[in-house]
């Protein structure tokens, strides 16, 4: 930027300092509305970014109450000289009526935040001849994260005489932050080890590699910032949607069985007999060429034990209503509890192709799951005073849903516990969890007052 020395201050040297608005900015113009009036030209002075769309202003009539586009639709019609808002179909009342646009998420101007700026000053005489950069250590500002929901801009002055030679005066803004992209999240999926995948569109596949860190800087889905500094470091990178997120688990058997005969950590067996079913249902559900997915789980509430997921690959019943799986992997240390277990429950799942627009065109990058990545992506939740909301499960038709919800706050180290009861033709069922963000992803970890319990989809 140019400009004349003799515009300029005349104490000392480039000083640069960081000024912060709320990028929340609600623009308004009141119009005195005659009945049959459709156009209302909209004031530069009192807009100073013209909306794009009618559905991108709110009216409010003369009791101030808003007017709903789709019974009050509008249009903004642009030209050279004004800019207008016409209304289509039904008209307001006559009386005041304000047209407010809010600028909030609509590419406001604003500096990046967590940079580190250096302002410099070059001065020119009337040959184009240039001295070298002067700047001074009051010259320099870091935008801190938590500003990144501000409009911020950077205010720059010369307290300084300029040389008797200087015509001319050139600012120089450095900015020394290290290669950086931006990734904007489009989902995430567990993944089979129990991390997370996280989805973004195909384009910015080049962004990131194996072994990089992403850091969080808005919670998912919601406009608050992550002010604390959470890095995820990147494990694996897959082009393609991973089997385990490609393929949904839907469940379609639940069997309490006997095993007499225990199982053994380190083969990829699992032999089987007995159970309060009909296992005749649970043979023609295996017999069949769609992929089918088991888990273990014994015990119940806070001691209830949940073993990893293993892809059924073969199965072989014998005399005596005993079956032997075969599974894709040998089963794992951490479902030695399964050696032990005399009756523990089998759980049958199908798997459902949900690939589709949700997973077309992107690719996945795993991170490890932990107590960031449920606080920010997961259930990112608005902070409302000091207490947090807890998500609540789905209503459906067939499940009638009673929420007695337990809150706590942000930052104790208390376990929080929440009960909720389920009610489906009168007969109500209590259910118990101290992992409220696990509800809908894992409602095996909900704790029931029943014996049996089949998780509601």
Known sequence: MYGNYKEGYDTKDPV?????????????????????TRKL????????????QGQDVTVLDVNNNELPFDQYPRLINKQANETSLFFTDTQPAAGTITIQYDRKNRGIPSV???????LGLVYQDKYGRQSPVFTDKDASTFIEKKNSALKNKLIGSVESDAPDWATH??????????EYYNLVLSNFYTAEDGNIWLSFPSAEVNKIKTGDFIELKKKHDIEEVVEDIVKLKVLDIALEPPKFVEFERVQIHSEDVDTSGPCTVGLSTFEFSGGSKDFTTLNDRLNVSTRRVVRFTDGTGSDKKVSKFYTVVGYKMLTGNRYILTLDTAIVEADNFLVTATTPTLELFELQNRRGAELSGKFFAKVEDSKEIVENIKIPLAVEEDRLVIQTLPETESVGIVENQTAYKGGSTLTPTITWQLSRNNDRETFTSNKPYDITTHPINL???????????
């Open 112 to 118: 990046k935040s967590q940079r580190n700026y250096q």
């Open 41 to 52: 030209v909209l004031s530069p002075d009192k807009f100073s970014e013209f909306p794009i």
């Open 447 to 457: 704790s029931s007052s029943k014996k049996a319990y089949t998780p509601y989809n």
């Open 169 to 178: 005066y050139k600012w120089f803004l450095k900015e020394g932050a290290s």
């Open 16 to 36: 640069i300092i960081a000024d912060q608005t709320s990028s929340n900015i609600i623009e308004s113009e009141d119009f005195t509305y005659v009945t049959g």
